[in-house]
């Protein structure tokens, strides 16, 4: 059965400084794997996504994620974070045979110290 | 804003009850997903509808029904509440049904409060 595990609970790293969300997944075949973030009352937005190809892939607001698969990671990096980014940070993995099914992670809280 | 609007925002009812939460998508997305985000069970997907037909399950209870309607909208009801159901509940949708391809688009939620 597909899975995926985000250790980090709680993560609190100061503004300016890079930031390295962990993320790793159990999955038979080849996965789809995402990155969503959702702020305080808000809904899900996707940062990211992998497919195929190229396994560093480019999100939106500066966010970047590298597939390893010999290490069933798909890891959030950000060179420098902003106090906005403040935000819980969701990992998924969907499968192409499962029609659209998305697992979660549990979340990653991040606090932006000042 | 995602383009996914969801009513109400605050829902607060008692135990026994039956609610009906509302999902209209993005113009022109033909699939709804529903997903249950709860302290314990984090974040579950329940159902998918995609053109008005069930597309998957997921962790949705026999006491919880979708539906899409020809307009697209869709429609959670959940009936014989109990505490365990209070949670926020999203939806979300995409262009196709996409079998794992499709981005995604999530509204604001539903908090359903079961007293």
């Known amino acids: 059965a597909q899975s995926v595990t985000q250790p980090d609970i709680h993560i609190t790293v100061s503004e300016g400084a890079s930031l390295e969300l962990r993320c790793n997944y159990s999955?038979?075949?080849?996965?789809?794997l995402f990155w969503y973030v959702q702020s305080p009352g808000q809904g899900l937005q996707l940062l990211l996504k992998y497919f195929s190809g190229d396994t560093l892939v480019q999100g939106i607001k500066g966010f970047e994620a590298e597939f390893k698969r010999s290490q069933s990671s798909f890891n959030l990096r950000k060179p420098s974070v902003h106090w906005s980014d403040a935000a819980e940070y969701f990992c998924a993995v969907g499968a192409y045979s499962s029609a659209s099914k998305i697992i979660f992670g549990s979340g990653t809280r991040l606090s932006i110290r000042p | 804003d995602s383009g996914v609007t969801q009513t109400p925002k605050h829902l607060i009812t008692a135990t026994g009850q039956r609610v009906t939460l509302r999902c209209s998508p993005r113009s022109g997305d033909l699939s709804v997903y529903w997903y249950q985000q709860s302290l314990d069970q984090g974040l579950q997907f329940l159902i998918q509808y995609y053109n008005g037909e069930e597309r998957a399950k997921g962790n949705i209870l026999e006491r919880f029904s979708a539906q899409q309607f020809p307009d697209l909208h869709s429609e959670l009801n959940l009936s014989s509440l109990e505490l365990g159901d209070s949670a926020l509940y999203f939806c979300?949708?995409?262009?196709?049904?996409?079998?794992?391809?499709?981005?995604?688009?999530f509204g604001p939620g539903t908090r359903l409060t079961v007293l």
């Open positions: 999955y038979g075949a080849t996965p789809y």
């Open positions: 979300a949708s995409s262009v196709t049904g996409g079998a794992g391809t499709d981005t995604q688009y």
